[in-house]
């Protein structure tokens, strides 16, 4: 809640005194707040107020992370057709020069960069996952699969698959919290 929505709340004080009055029903000021503080789910007033004082950081996203890569066409066949990615987009300043593209698959988003600048080799980016033997499997069912990764049940925060990327960038898909 924000300082903003204090003041609609406010106003809702108001016209809640007035609609009640107009049905001939008088209520106190300090009673129509604490009505229009539990209909904003508040326990009273105070609790409501306190939840408007709170800073109204600008919220943040989740990361993306970016993997260096040697050859985006190198490694695409096996983010798009081993692990299941779509290519989003791609963007090279002029022909000849570096490419950078976006993957993803569900709510995952890579991104893979050819430029030297980008990310270090041998990249680690960490993906929450509902069913890790369910991914595991279906790995394992693709042909000519280029890895077949095993799971380690003893990894911290619960059994993790590791798969490494042709240019030795390390995808590791655990259990998300959600799923313990």
Same mark, same amino acid.
């Given at each position: 809640? =924000?300082? =903003?929505?204090?003041?609609?709340? #406010? #106003?809702? &004080? #108001?016209? *809640? ?15 129509? *707040? ?6 904003? $789910?508040?326990k009273?007033?105070? !609790?409501? =107020?306190a939840?408007? @004082? ?6 943040? $996203?989740? $990361? !993306?992370p !970016? ?16 692990? @299941? ?11 000849? %020069?570096?490419?950078? &593209? ?15 600048? /980008?990310g ?9 996952v509902? /069913?890790?033997?369910?991914?595991? #499997?279906?790995? %394992?069912?693709?042909p ?5 990764? @095993?799971? /380690?049940? /003893?990894?911290?925060? @619960? ?6 990327d042709p ?14």
């Amino acid at each position: 809640m =924000t300082s =903003t929505s204090t003041d609609r709340a #406010k #106003k809702l &004080v #108001k016209v *809640l005194r007035e609609d009640l009055a107009a049905a001939g029903i008088e209520i106190p000021y300090s009673l129509a *707040l604490e009505l229009i503080a539990h209909q904003f $789910g508040a326990k009273d007033w105070n !609790v409501l =107020t306190a939840l408007a @004082g709170r800073s109204s950081a600008p919220a943040i $996203g989740p $990361g !993306v992370p !970016v993997l260096r890569v040697t050859s985006v066409s190198q490694v695409l066949p096996f983010y798009l057709g081993y692990l @299941g990615f779509t290519l989003d987009w791609e963007h090279r300043f002029e022909p000849g %020069l570096p490419l950078y &593209v976006q993957v993803s698959r569900s709510a995952a988003v890579l991104h893979l960069s050819e430029h030297h600048g /980008d990310g270090s080799p041998h990249g680690v980016a960490w993906f929450p996952v509902r /069913d890790v033997s369910a991914l595991h #499997k279906e790995l %394992l069912t693709r042909p000519n699969a280029p890895v077949r990764p @095993g799971i /380690d049940p /003893d990894a911290p925060g @619960g059994p993790t698959m590791q798969v490494i990327d042709p240019n030795g960038n390390i995808l590791r898909f655990t259990r998300s919290p959600s799923a313990q």
